[in-house]
């Protein structure tokens, strides 16, 4: 999450998309993500917990504040995000973007279990 953030304030968005779920990648809208990256002066990122949970592959949550100043004012946003570890990377898997995958179908992440039994519960 920390390192997701910092490349908010650098506005690396090349990095924000390589570390969002690959099947979600060509969803995200990049023009969007570089605006508000660039408009936005970033005020700082509390991480107030993080959940692993065991299993392959490995699934956590992580709950954290961000803060940042444009245009419109002073801002935060708290979110409890969700992230799967495959092949020794971790993704987040963003909730406003589609996925089509149905219950009985591959996992979007690519370990090779039906979606039900492993990112569903997770969006």
Not at 35 to 51: F, I, K, N, P, Y
Not at 98 to 114: E, H, I, T, W, Y
Request: include cysteine; aromatic fraction near 12%; hydrophobic fraction near 35%.
């Amino acid at each position: 999450m920390r390192s997701r953030y910092s490349a908010y304030v650098l506005g690396l968005v090349d990095y924000l998309v390589t570390t969002t779920l690959p099947a979600q990648q060509a969803g995200l809208d990049t023009a969007a993500i570089g605006a508000w990256s660039a408009q936005s002066t970033w005020l700082g990122l509390s991480v107030e917990s993080s959940e692993v949970f065991g299993g392959q592959p490995e699934h956590a949550f992580v709950t954290f504040t961000a803060r940042w100043h444009d245009s419109t004012g002073e801002h935060s946003h708290r979110e409890r995000s969700s992230f799967v570890q495959n092949k020794e990377h971790w993704y987040f898997i963003d909730p406003t973007v589609d996925v089509k995958a149905g219950r009985n179908d591959a996992c979007l992440c690519g370990s090779g279990q039906k979606f039900k039994k492993c990112c569903s519960g997770y969006l």
